[in-house]
């Protein structure tokens, strides 16, 4: 989606200093053909099987982008009571929600009930009473399934990982047959499926087809009992490539669970969120100073931490580059932000031919940046742009000083 036209770097039509002329920096800018394509990729390679794709709405919550994926035919996972509004504010349906996470509370249950979501991905036991409790206060059942921890090694970051039996996610798989008991006989569930989501950003298929067949093997036994399911969600977790990481092939994977569901009357629920948005989103900023120290170089920029967490958080990479290619001789520096902490870093002993005042482009940010971006050192957020072949929207626009106080009382 980036392409590099007489050396300047340009989303589909638009050229990257265009939009920073017009919308300012930081800016996120996000093209919606790869968002689209992203989308496409998903739905072409689970089509043998009967499949309905769950954005995961933490990865990137813009009503824009949300809207566009509910065109497309998008349900969506979401974690808090915050995320199913945004949903339903940006035209998405609720029958296509389900809500995933392991503290829901009263309240966001009452909310995700009286919406009428697809399914409550119950994460414990007491989760689970409180979800009947709440039903039949209000006179309805309520659709669930469990979220069952497969103990499979995602073989991704630890921060990230959530299928192992150390973390707090999920159901462990030993006790996952007593908890369908224990459901069956509560007057206001329903139980219609299982779920795993085994991590984040993983490269390699094989942990998600484990995860697959362990999921099956526990609806057949379930099956035994009496317990008929009528799909498996497969969470999300695909990764993408920020460096040089290998990639999941989509079909691959596809190809796999539609061998092991086979005929059982299953469908599958899909909750990708960072492959379906993180490389079609970059940040845009702008260089500060060059700064050359005793030791280092760096390259101070108008973006930092507050607006992309994920290399202070994970350490994660992003590859760093100019918007304008130019002829001038690279130094090798950190490329920071300005916020007090040495932890605020966007890149580090990167080779970079930048001035005073150029553009750099921090390239797959469109999972996890603005999703994750604080007012920290009350710096406002960054705007964020949609890219339309040569069309580009402003749809986010930069918050001002005075949004910074503006849910506080004197
Ligand atoms: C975060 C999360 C996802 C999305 O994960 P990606 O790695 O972004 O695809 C899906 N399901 C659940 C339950 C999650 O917590």
């Not at 996890?368 to 890219?387: C, D, F, I, P, Q």
């Not at 072949?389 to 004197?410: H, M, N, P, V, Y």
């Given at each position: 989606m980036l392409?590099?036209?007489?050396?300047?770097?340009?989303i589909e039509?638009?050229?990257?200093?265009?939009?920073?002329?017009?919308?300012?920096?930081?800016?996120?800018?996000y093209s919606e053909n790869a968002l689209r394509q992203a989308f496409s990729a998903y739905k072409n390679a689970f089509n043998q099987i009967d499949t309905l794709v769950c954005y995961a709405?933490?990865a990137n919550?813009?009503?824009?982008i949300l809207?566009l994926f509910a065109s497309l035919g998008s349900g969506f996972d979401?974690?808090?009571?915050?995320?199913?509004?945004?949903?339903?504010?940006?035209?998405?349906?609720?029958?296509?929600?389900?809500?995933?996470?392991?503290?829901?509370?009263?309240?966001?249950?009452?909310?995700?009930?009286?919406?009428?979501?697809?399914?409550?991905?119950?994460?414990?036991?007491?989760?689970?009473?409180?979800?009947?409790?709440?039903?039949?206060?209000?006179?309805?059942?309520?659709?669930?399934?469990?979220?069952?921890?497969?103990?499979?090694?995602?073989?991704?970051?630890?921060?990230?990982?959530?299928?192992?039996?150390?973390?707090?996610?999920?159901?462990?798989?030993?006790?996952?047959?007593?908890?369908?008991?224990?459901?069956?006989?509560?007057?206001?569930?329903?139980?219609?499926?299982?779920?795993?989501?085994?991590?984040s950003q993983l490269t390699e298929v094989?942990?998600l087809i484990?995860?697959?067949?362990?999921?099956?093997?526990?609806?057949?036994?379930?099956?035994?009992?009496?317990?008929?399911?009528?799909?498996?969600?497969l969470g999300g977790g695909v990764g993408i490539r920020y460096?040089?990481e290998t990639l999941i092939d989509l079909s691959v994977y596809a190809n796999a669970v539609a061998?092991?569901?086979?005929?059982?009357?299953?469908?599958l629920i899909l909750e990708p969120g960072r492959s379906l948005v993180g490389n079609a989103g970059?940040?845009?900023?702008?260089?500060?100073?060059?700064?050359?120290?005793?030791?280092?170089?760096?390259?101070?920029?108008?973006?930092?931490?507050?607006?992309?967490?994920?290399?202070?958080?994970?350490?994660?990479?992003?590859?760093?580059?100019?918007?304008?290619?130019?002829?001038?001789?690279?130094?090798?520096?950190?490329?920071?932000?300005?916020?007090?902490?040495?932890?605020?870093?966007?890149?580090?002993?990167?080779?970079?031919?930048?001035?005073?005042?150029?553009?750099?482009?921090?390239?797959s940010?469109g999972a996890?940046?603005?999703?994750?971006?604080?007012?920290?050192?009350?710096?406002?957020?960054?705007?964020?742009?949609?890219?339309s072949?040569?069309?580009?929207?402003?749809?986010?626009?930069?918050?001002?000083?005075?949004?910074?106080?503006?849910?506080?009382?004197?």
């Open positions: 392409n590099n036209i007489n050396n300047l770097l340009h039509e638009v050229a990257l200093n265009q939009v920073a002329q017009e919308f300012a920096t930081p800016v996120f800018v709405v933490k919550g813009n009503l824009n809207r979401i974690v808090s009571g915050g995320e199913l509004a945004r949903v339903l504010q940006a035209g998405g349906s609720a029958d296509k929600v389900i809500f995933s996470g392991v503290g829901k509370t009263a309240a966001e249950i009452e909310f995700a009930l009286k919406s009428g979501i697809k399914c409550f991905n119950v994460e414990s036991m007491p989760e689970l009473t409180r979800i009947n409790e709440i039903a039949g206060s209000l006179n309805k059942i309520a659709p669930i399934s469990f979220r069952i921890n497969p103990n499979i090694d995602a073989k991704t970051h630890p921060y990230i990982s959530t299928g192992l039996k150390n973390n707090k996610f999920g159901i462990p798989f030993e006790q996952a047959i007593n908890a369908y008991s224990t459901a069956q006989n509560l007057p206001n569930v329903e139980i219609i499926g299982v779920d795993c989501h085994i991590g094989q942990p484990d995860a697959c067949e362990r999921v099956v093997a526990l609806v057949d036994d379930l099956g035994n009992l009496g317990i008929r399911l009528s799909h498996i969600d460096q040089n061998k092991i569901i086979g005929n059982r009357p299953l469908s970059v940040l845009l900023t702008q260089v500060e100073y060059v700064k050359h120290g005793e030791e280092k170089n760096f390259v101070v920029v108008d973006a930092a931490m507050n607006d992309l967490a994920r290399p202070a958080l994970y350490d994660a990479f992003h590859d760093i580059v100019p918007v304008c290619v130019k002829d001038i001789a690279p130094i090798t520096a950190d490329v920071v932000g300005q916020i007090c902490e040495s932890g605020d870093f966007l890149g580090k002993n990167r080779s970079l031919a930048v001035a005073q005042g150029d553009l750099l482009c921090v390239k940010a996890y940046g603005m999703s994750m971006s604080s007012n920290y050192n009350a710096r406002a957020r960054a705007a964020e742009v949609l890219v072949g040569s069309q580009s929207k402003l749809i986010r626009r930069r918050e001002t000083f005075a949004d910074l106080w503006q849910a506080e009382l004197i």
